[in-house]
C-alpha cells in the first residue's frame, strides 16, 4: 500500500503543479502585446517587441533603452549594457508610469 | 517552460545542502543575489532549493543525529530507529509526511485566502499566552525534577537570544547529548532492515500530517515560534510512539517552509530566510504559481531523496558506529566551531550538559525547547 502511494502521489502532485505553473506563470500573464496598448493602460503585466531605437543614462545612471514598434515608442530599464542600438527585443515585464511617461520594468528580456 | 531548468537546479543545490550536516539554506541565500537570474527564475531557484533541502536534511539529522533549526526534535525518535535497526523506515516516514503534507498544505491555502489576513492580528496577540500554558503542560506532564531542565534551557535561551547561536544550542540539547550518551553505553546498531518496516497505516500517516498543517497553521505564521516548538506542543496534544513523533515532526518542518512562503504572499510576512530573500523580489506573482512550484519541487526532492534513502543506509550501515559516534561527535564540534566561533563552543558545552543532565535526571528531553519558547513569551508580551 505504502509502495503504490509512494510511485503515485509524487508523480500527481508533479504534474499538479507543472499545471498550476503553466496556468499562473507570470510570463502567462503578459498579455498586452503592443505598444501602443501598453501605452493607454500603463500598468500591469506586458509583453512585447520593438526595435531598440537609442539607448542611454538617466542622471543617476540606469541603462535606458527606448523601443520602437512601428513608430510607436516606449521607454524600458535595462539591467546591463549587452544590447545595441538596432537590435530586435523582446521584453516580458511590468508597465508602470514615472515622470509623467511609461515605462516598462522588464522581469525578462531576450534579444536577436 | 525554461525556467523549469532553474527548478531542477534549484533541487539540486537544496539536496546537496541539506545532505552536508550542520549546513542551513540560509547560510547560501546572500550567494543568491550573485546570480544574474531574471526574477522568474529566482523564484523556481529559490523555492525548490528550499524545499529539496528541507526533505534531504532528514538524513543528517537520522543518520547522524546533526540537527538544524527545524529538525532538533527529530533527532531522538530518529535516534531510537536507527539503533532499532529501522533507519530506512525512519528516513522513509519522514520523506512520506513531508510530501503529505505539501498535499494538505492546498485545502489550507484556501482556508488561508480566505481568513489570514483577516484572522493573524488576533492569533498574534494570544500567542504568548498559549505558550505559557504549553510551558506550564510541559512541566506538569512530566517529573518535578523538569523545572531544573526548564529553568537552565531558559537561562541558556536568554543568553544567546541575540545571537545567531541556534545550531550549537540544539546541536548540544538534542544532537551531542544523545551521540555521548550513545557512545559512553556503548550502544550498537541492529542490522538495519532495508525496506520499509513500519506499522504505520496510510490514513495513520494522513491523520499525523493533517495534525502537523493544522497546527502549524496556527503558530507557522507566528514570529519566533520555529517548527520545533509546534512540534513539542503536538506531543502534549496526543501521544505519539517514535515513527509517529518522526512523522509529525518531519511534516511539520516541511509544512513550515510551504507557510513560509504563504505567508509571503498573502500577508506579507517573512517566516523563513528563503521567504526574506523573496521578498526583495515579490512583485504581484500569483499564490497559485508559488504553489506549482512548491509541489513540482517537493515531489522532485522526494522521489530523489527516495532513491538515496537506500545508498545512504547502507552506507551508514558499513561503518562502525562506535567510529561513527565519535566522527559525527567530532564533525558537531568542528561545524559549531566553524560557524559559530568560540562563544559557539562555549555553548554547545553549556547545551550538551543540559541535554545529558536531562537524561540522568530522566526527564524528556523536550524540555529543552524553553530555551526558545520563554525568550519568545518574554518577547511577545
Known sequence: MHLVFLKRLPLLLALFGLILIYLFSPSQQNTATSINQVRKSCSGPVAIEGVIERISYSSNGNLIAELNQNGSKILVFLENGLFDEGQNLSVFGKASKFSNQCWIFPDRVEYR | ?381
Open chain 2, 1 to 381: 517552460m525554461i525556467d523549469l531548468v532553474f527548478c531542477l537546479m534549484g533541487v539540486g543545490l537544496g539536496l546537496l545542502l541539506g545532505l552536508v550536516p550542520g549546513m542551513h539554506i540560509n547560510n547560501f541565500l546572500p550567494f543568491f543575489v550573485l546570480l544574474s537570474f531574471t526574477n522568474n527564475q529566482l523564484f523556481f531557484f529559490v523555492i525548490a532549493a528550499s524545499m529539496a533541502y528541507v526533505f534531504s536534511s532528514f538524513f543528517p539529522a537520522i543518520l547522524l543525529g546533526v540537527p538544524n533549526e527545524d529538525t532538533a526534535l527529530n533527532v531522538l525518535p530518529g535516534h531510537r530507529l536507527v539503533l532499532e535497526g529501522n533507519a530506512y523506515s525512519a528516513i522513509l516516514v519522514s520523506l512520506i509526511g513531508g510530501l503529505l503534507v505539501v498535499l494538505f498544505s492546498m485545502p489550507f491555502l484556501l482556508f488561508f485566502l480566505n481568513f489570514l489576513p483577516v484572522l493573524y492580528p488576533t492569533v498574534q496577540k494570544i500567542v504568548p499566552y498559549i505558550l505559557i500554558i504549553v510551558l506550564i503542560f510541559m512541566f506538569l506532564s512530566d517529573k518535578k525534577q523538569s523545572i531544573v531542565i526548564l529553568v537552565l534551557s531558559s537561562i541558556l535561551g536568554f543568553l544567546t537570544f541575540n545571537f545567531n547561536l541556534l545550531l550549537p544550542l540544539l546541536s548540544g540539547f538534542f544532537g551531542l547529548s544523545t551521540l555521548l550518551i550513545s557512545f559512553l553505553n556503548r550502544s550498537s546498531v541492529s542490522p538495519q532492515i532495508m525496506r520499509l518496516n513500519s506499522k504505520l497505516s496510510l490514513s495513520n500517516l494522513s491523520v499525523i500530517s493533517f495534525i502537523s498543517c493544522f497546527l502549524s497553521s496556527i503558530f507557522g505564521f507566528i514570529p519566533a515560534i520555529s517548527s520545533s516548538i509546534v512540534g513539542a506542543i503536538g506531543s502534549y496534544i496526543r501521544k505519539f510512539d517514535s515513527e509517529e513523533f518522526l512523522v509529525l515532526l518531519s511534516g511539520t518542518n516541511v509544512v513550515y517552509m510551504v507557510y513560509s512562503f504563504f505567508a509571503l504572499f498573502l500577508i506579507n510576512k517573512t517566516r523563513s530566510g528563503s521567504a526574506v530573500f523573496l521578498s526583495q523580489i515579490f512583485e504581484k506573482e500569483s499564490i497559485f504559481f508559488i504553489l506549482g512550484i512548491i509541489l513540482l519541487s517537493s515531489a522532485l526532492a522526494f522521489l530523489i531523496c527516495l532513491k538515496l534513502a537506500r545508498p545512504l543506509v547502507k552506507l551508514y550501515k558499513r561503518l562502525n558506529y562506535r567510529k561513527l559516534s565519535l566522527l559525527s561527535i567530532f564533525f558537531i564540534v568542528a561545524v559549531n566551531f566553524a560557524l559559530a566561533g568560540p562563544f559557539g563552543l562555549l555553548v554547545l558545552l553549556a547545551s550538551t550538559s543540559i541535554g545529558l543532565l536531562s537524561n540522568s535526571l530522566g526527564v524528556k528531553r523536550i524540555n529543552c525547547m524553553a530555551a526558545l519558547i520563554v525568550p519568545t513569551i518574554v518577547v511577545l508580551i
